[in-house]
């Protein structure tokens, strides 16, 4: 048994927090707004981001992050990206050696191009950093159904561990080296989704999904092959996996929004009517960027910049992307004649 803290009150912490109880560790959950401790208190369910999940009895709410993150053995950071770094350097002073630091957000920060492993490893030197990810709404983990997702570190001994204190029956969770390639499936994938959301708004059918998850699976590979993550990782779960859920899934807030959009909303209007973090509107500047500094071809990725940042039409990005010029689907491949 693990003494544990979940650092992020969202839909995504508290579907883990329920799993890390079910295992036997002890959990604590912080958030930073005093009402919805007082709410997690008395309801024992997020009723707003979790609704129908009930939380047992003795699991611990506070707005005290020093209470919250001194002395436990696994700190899950769950806060969105964007607020990854403020919140990695409030808890800095009250980690000491040996913690392990877990983030299970998806992003890039856009400033550095930064994964939010790394940004955890700068905030907290004093911390062990791993990652989760994979193939996993929060609503389906929540209530058991089952899941498989992927731990990754640096060290090996710090990926069993996480692996230990999650997995069980209904939660398996493979480990890898390759934090990198799991980092940028995962943020990745949040954009193509996007644009996936935006083609069912538009009303496109099956044919239009299937290639945007399979081009967009290869762009995403061409990036994170160059940045030096491995093939492996990008057709498994934290990739191919991952990327499959998101686009396909009526729990996907990044689909949701961009069907949104598909159907002539504003990014903001769309962002408003989902009502939780958007985060591939905060990696899709991030991930163009990357693309341009690896000198790497993303369309896709392109389109969907130009239609939440340029105002570009929805019909007229996808046809722009269906009439770009022709070309072979792999170029490793040799024709015999």
Same mark, same amino acid.
């Given at each position: !048994?693990?003494?544990? #803290?979940?650092? @992020? ?49 003795? !699991? ?31 808890? #800095?002073?009250?980690?000491? #050696? ?8 998806? +992003?890039?920060?856009? =400033? ?12 907290? *030197? ?7 990810? @994979? ?10 159904? *089952?899941?498989? &997702? ?9 990926? %069993?561990?996480? $692996? ?28 193509? =989704? ?10 496109? +059918? ?14 995403? +590979? ?40 598909? $159907?002539?909303?504003?990014?903001? $209007?769309?962002?408003? %009517? &989902? ?23 993303? *369309? ?5 910049? $130009?239609?939440?940042?340029? %105002?570009?039409?929805?019909? %007229?990005? &996808? ?8 070309? =072979? ?9």
């Amino acid at each position: !048994m693990a003494d544990t #803290a979940v650092i @992020g009150a969202g839909s995504w912490g508290i579907a883990l927090a329920k799993v890390l109880h079910t295992n036997g560790n002890q959990v604590t959950v912080w958030s930073l707004l005093a009402d919805e401790v007082a709410m997690l208190e008395r309801e024992h369910e997020h009723k707003d981001k979790l609704p129908g999940v009930t939380l047992p009895a003795d !699991m611990r709410f506070t707005t005290d992050l020093k209470e919250a993150v001194q002395g436990r053995d696994y700190l899950i950071l769950a806060v969105p990206s964007v607020f990854t770094r403020s919140t990695a350097a409030s808890m #800095a002073p009250y980690v000491t #050696a040996g913690q392990v630091v877990v983030c299970v957000a998806k +992003g890039i920060e856009e =400033a550095t191009l930064m994964t939010l492993s790394d940004i955890v490893a700068e905030e907290i *030197p004093a911390a062990e950093t791993a990652v989760m990810c @994979g193939p996993s709404h929060a609503e389906e983990v929540g209530t058991g159904l *089952p899941t498989t &997702v992927v731990a990754g570190a640096a060290k090996k001994s710090v990926a %069993e561990g996480v $692996q230990d204190i999650f997995m069980n029956e209904v939660f398996r969770v493979y480990t890898s080296p390759d934090v990198l390639g799991m980092e940028l499936g995962g943020s990745l994938k949040n954009v193509i =989704a996007l644009a996936a959301g935006m083609a069912d708004g538009l009303g496109y +059918g099956d044919n239009t999904k299937a290639a945007l998850i399979t081009r967009g699976i290869s762009e995403i +590979g061409r990036l994170a092959l160059k940045m030096g993550a491995k093939y492996e990782t990008l057709s498994g779960l934290t990739g191919i996996g991952d990327l499959i859920v998101t686009c396909e899934s009526r729990h996907s807030r990044n689909r949701k929004a961009g069907m949104l959009i598909g $159907q002539g909303y504003t990014m903001q $209007q769309a962002m408003d %009517e &989902v009502k939780m973090v958007v985060e591939g509107v905060y990696s899709a500047k991030a991930a163009i960027a990357l693309a341009r500094k690896y000198g790497v071809d993303m *369309p896709i990725t392109e389109s969907v910049n $130009q239609v939440l940042f340029e %105002e570009k039409p929805v019909r %007229e990005a &996808v046809a722009e992307l269906m009439m770009r010029d022709r070309r =072979a689907e792999n170029s490793a491949l040799e024709w015999s004649e």
